[in-house]
């Protein structure tokens, strides 16, 4: 741990002036659970404003970026069906089918029959729509790298590991 990590850690933050006052006013309620997730939402808050600079910094908006990365994660040829991207995004079949029209209209998709089912349609990224999210991506793991600087990288692993414990 550096220095500074240390000598941060310490140093009372507005979380804890904000459970001071509730434990103040309130000594009957037990208020440590914000010790932990009023510093999550605020760490949320900055990664929400990091995630949507980071997008518009490449003309893309949030719900762009979370369809086209599914597909590109999705590995050569990236292509998914319009109900694995639905699950992919936790999004209904008539939000996706939308979101798939808007991004066909900019030219970061295509659809193309399904070679397994004849019924079935493929969504497939174009080469414009990997620049896009493959730019993007860049760009926003540069900006939570920053978010996290503050911590050594053990400390992000510590941090992380006991998030994964938290339910989604």
Do not use: C
Not at 101 to 130: M, N, Y
């Amino acid at each position: 741990m550096t220095s500074s990590a240390t000598n941060h850690a310490r140093v009372p933050d507005e979380v804890d002036k904000i459970t001071a006052a509730w434990q103040r006013e309130r000594p009957d309620v037990d208020v440590s659970p914000m010790q932990v997730l009023s510093r999550v939402l605020r760490v949320a808050r900055q990664l929400d404003r990091a995630r949507r600079e980071a997008f518009a910094a490449h003309e893309i908006d949030t719900w762009e970026f979370d369809v086209l990365s599914a597909l590109r994660r999705s590995g050569e040829p990236y292509s998914l069906s319009a109900g694995q991207l639905g699950t992919a995004t936790s999004v209904t079949s008539g939000t996706m089918t939308n979101r798939i029209d808007r991004l066909a209209e900019r030219g970061f998709v295509r659809r193309e029959p399904d070679p397994t089912d004849r019924r079935g349609v493929q969504v497939v990224l174009t080469d414009s729509g990997r620049a896009a999210v493959d730019g993007s991506l860049v760009d926003l793991m540069e900006r939570e790298r920053a978010l996290l600087d503050h911590l050594t990288r053990r400390e992000q692993q510590d941090l992380a590991n006991l998030l994964r414990r938290l339910p989604d």
